[in-house]
């Protein structure tokens, strides 16, 4: 029997923290409305549809817009992926609908070493029927840690390097700064661009980001986030700033309410008047939750000449899952740093209880759609996820048991 869950929200706004959900239900399929001024009514927008392997991995996602004319959904694009035995993600092969056939757009194929790391990355993109062939590798250093990714692009038969990210980590571990390096042809070298330095209070929270540009010899402040947590580690504020040569001036800012279950319930978006130094609102994000802590509801407004309105409004419908148990518990603490981020981030989980194989990862978007899938084969794990700038929401299994969760930003 399927259970449906009604979502409303506007597409601009977005939703810092993973929504609570069954742990027995499994997302098939979502259908989005947008609404209509006009009419005052909510119109067909677009449909997600999910198809699952036997160990719960998403092997097909199909996007399908609603054509108002002929009043039917019409293909849009789908997405599948492979696994190998061990549940590692071999492949990823998204086309779009030419009225005709699936045209195949982006490939993605994923190597391992016998860690269960990934060291290589091979992506092609067709346009015009012309590929673009590029690859990121991957090195590690002894404890696990990415310490180099390389992007390489292909001419004819011959690699050429791109761009360099070099990380370096504290004594907890933790990624303490990455400087980005572009390669200079005529100098055959790599080039300073950019370099980003974290800050982290005693509980292991990251409190700042810090953003500079390389000049010539020195590097130089460009922008920062600042976060603050409550009592239980949950973030209440995001200040995003921007360097104007001596002082940092204030851009836009998060704030987040939560109730007594520690769901988040209230998200508010503002943005820096500089001539009133003052905050001005611009959106905000609204969840309701059932008495089991399963969003029910996420109500996402703008503000448009001081008057808030609505956007879009998504159904989501799941079906429900035998034999599926939540593991999670106080004993299970999951740390994602660096977050926000920009493509590396580094997933810990810390319960000796649970087995290291096939830890499984699921990353959804403001709309509930996966938009990443893959097996991490250790507790300590750095990923390089290509995702548009935005926030997410993850999710974590072993085997069919969901253990964490939690929320991603992408700068």
Not at 232 to 237: H, V
Not at 276 to 293: F, M
Request: net charge neutral; hydrophobic share 30%.
């Amino acid at each position: 029997m399927k259970t449906k869950i009604l979502l409303t929200a506007i597409t601009f706004a977005i939703n810092p923290v993973l929504f609570a959900q069954n742990n027995s239900f499994q997302q098939d399929s979502g259908i989005c409305f947008n609404w209509d001024t006009i009419t005052n009514s909510w119109q067909n927008n677009y449909k997600n549809t999910y198809t699952y392997d036997a160990n719960g991995k998403t092997t097909s996602d199909l996007l399908q817009y609603w054509n108002d004319t002929i009043h039917t959904w019409l293909n849009s694009t789908i997405s599948t992926n492979t696994y190998n035995a061990d549940g590692n993600q071999l492949s990823y092969l998204s086309s779009y609908w030419d009225d005709t056939s699936w045209v195949i757009s982006h490939k993605k194929s994923f190597v391992y070493n016998s860690n269960g790391d990934i060291i290589s990355i091979l992506h092609q993109s067709q346009k015009n029927t012309i590929w673009n062939i590029q690859k990121d590798t991957f090195i590690y250093d002894t404890n696990g840690n990415l310490i180099n990714k390389i992007s390489l692009g292909l001419n004819g038969n011959i690699w050429l390097n791109s761009v360099l990210n070099t990380y370096s980590y504290d004594n907890n571990g933790k990624i303490a700064n990455y400087i980005i390096q572009t390669w200079n042809d005529s100098t055959s070298n790599w080039k300073n661009h950019t370099k980003v330095i974290y800050a982290y209070n005693d509980k292991g929270y990251r409190t700042s980001e810090l953003v500079q540009g390389w000049n010539t010899t020195i590097w130089e402040n460009s922008n920062q986030h600042i976060w603050t947590y409550d009592t239980k580690g949950n973030p209440t504020s995001e200040l995003y700033q921007t360097w104007s040569g001596n002082v940092w001036g204030n851009n836009s800012q998060f704030i987040w309410t939560y109730n007594n279950k520690g769901n988040l319930i209230r998200q508010l978006y503002q943005y820096w008047i500089v001539n009133d130094s003052a905050w001005k609102n611009h959106s905000q994000n609204i969840w309701v939750y059932d008495a089991s802590g399963n969003q029910t509801s996420v109500l996402i407004q703008e503000w448009v000449r001081d008057t808030l309105l609505n956007g879009t409004t998504c159904q989501y419908y799941y079906q429900q899952n035998s034999g599926i148990a939540n593991l999670s518990d106080k004993k299970t603490r999951v740390t994602v740093y660096p977050n926000p981020f920009n493509h590396y981030i580094t997933i810990e989980i810390q319960n000796e209880e649970i087995k290291i194989q096939n830890f499984e990862l699921k990353i959804n978007d403001v709309l509930g759609q996966l938009v990443h899938q893959q097996t991490l084969n250790s507790k300590h794990e750095t990923l390089n996820l290509h995702l548009p700038v935005g926030f997410y929401f993850y999710r974590l299994f072993n085997e069919k048991n969901e253990f964490g969760n939690g929320k991603l930003i992408v700068l």
